[in-house]
């Protein structure tokens, strides 16, 4: 079983997510998080305790990428945050941590831009586009939340902090992704990744793309790429990079998974999908792999081959290798998604493998064959 781990997923994590609070300030409609309205402060105990964890997963010239997420971080407060971050200092300053946080932007103050620019945070915004497809995310009194994200934006380009944009796709703005990207382009930010809305965690009901609207939203976005080069798209981004890796003649057959150790406010551990977090489930022990305040990440990730989720992953993965065609560039991750549509992890095809992976290389294939046969 641990040989089978280690052929598939990363010994070491080049990424570790820290719920420093699971309180959001907005309620956003698609939200998949189950306790984005209750205040789960992260003791300062538990953030030297994730530092000790990070430690010993990283050296030098491999530095490990600390993601600030949860609900809304900025949300903890500044003199909080600043605390929570303190223990990571010295891993930070030699090079072997660096910080990220993913926010909705809209509590983000000068002080806030300082405090990034002083530890070198890369930060990422969450925003899905103009204020006519922004109309998901609102505060929790109902108000649109779009003024208040474009103050926050604003701030930090008069600080001249640089940002990355995460935004969700619905079916409001799936058949419109010129004006979605044009609008990116134009807030300046170095890249954007599109999460085409699924059902997960407590988003259940909306309606979400169709397999056909991905296809044709990624056809089109790929057009807008090849006129502009000055916005990255995540998605084509890595497209891109697995077909360069074809022509070398290796694909990605040498690339791991990232386990993506994920800590809760409370100290405990989930693997592979932040998403998990906070998600009950006695049938899989709730996901945890441990907490940080008694053993360490590296020891939880020693022995995670044997987590019955962990392993039913595995053989969905098998799975996937052996009867889809798509394997080679999806790798079959996605472990959240696997549970959140089927309540297991050794299923196969999920709708995130649809719309965001089967149907960008669609759209790709549609592409070049067009070109062609002109």
């Not at 907005?26 to 430690?55: D, H």
């Not at 949860?70 to 929570?84: S, V």
């Not at 976005?221 to 497209?239: F, G, M, P, Q, Y």
């Not at 052996?322 to 999920?350: M, P, V």
Request: glycine content about 8%; some cysteine.
């Amino acid at each position: 079983m641990l040989g089978r781990y280690a052929s598939r997923i990363a010994a070491r994590p080049r990424t570790l997510v820290a719920q420093c609070d699971s309180f959001c300030n907005l309620a956003c409609t698609y939200c998949y998080l189950p306790n984005k309205a209750k205040r789960t402060p992260m003791p300062i105990g538990v953030a030297e305790a994730i530092a000790r964890s990070a430690a010993e997963l990283t050296t030098a010239g491999s530095p490990l990428d600390l993601v600030w997420h949860a609900g809304e971080p900025t949300a903890a407060g500044l003199p909080r945050f600043a605390d929570l971050v303190a223990p990571f200092e010295l891993l930070r300053g030699t090079g072997r941590l660096r910080h990220y946080m993913q926010t909705n932007a809209t509590l983000i103050t000068p002080g806030w831009c300082e405090f990034f620019a002083d530890r070198d945070f890369r930060i990422g915004v969450s925003i899905d586009g103009p204020a006519a497809m922004n109309r998901q995310r609102i505060g929790l009194g109902g108000k649109p939340a779009f003024p208040l994200i474009m103050k926050g934006i604003d701030r930090l380009r008069a600080h001249e902090i640089g940002f990355s944009v995460i935004a969700v796709v619905t079916t409001d703005s799936i058949d419109h992704p010129e004006a979605l990207l044009d609008f990116f382009s134009s807030l300046g930010c170095t890249s954007v990744g599109f999460n085409i809305e699924e059902q997960e965690g407590v988003n259940s009901v909306r309606p979400t793309p169709t397999f056909e609207q991905a296809v044709e939203f990624w056809r089109r976005t790929i057009a807008w790429t090849r006129r502009n080069r000055d916005l990255t798209v995540r998605e084509v981004d890595r497209l891109g990079g697995y077909l360069r890796s074809l022509r070398a003649g290796d694909g990605w057959r040498s690339v791991l998974i990232d386990p993506i150790p994920t800590v809760s406010a409370a100290g405990d551990v989930v693997l592979l999908s932040p998403e998990l977090a906070d998600t009950r489930a006695a049938h899989y022990d709730d996901f945890r792999a441990g907490n940080v305040l008694e053993q360490s990440i590296a020891s939880m990730l020693a022995d995670a081959g044997r987590l019955r989720y962990v392993e039913e992953f595995l053989t969905g993965l098998d799975r996937c290798e052996a009867t889809c065609e798509f394997f080679g560039f999806c790798r079959g991750a996605q472990a959240g998604n696997r549970y959140f549509e089927t309540g297991r992890f050794d299923t196969t095809e999920t709708s995130y493998c649809r719309v965001s992976r089967q149907a960008l290389v669609v759209a790709l294939s549609d592409t070049v064959r067009e070109e062609q046969a002109s």
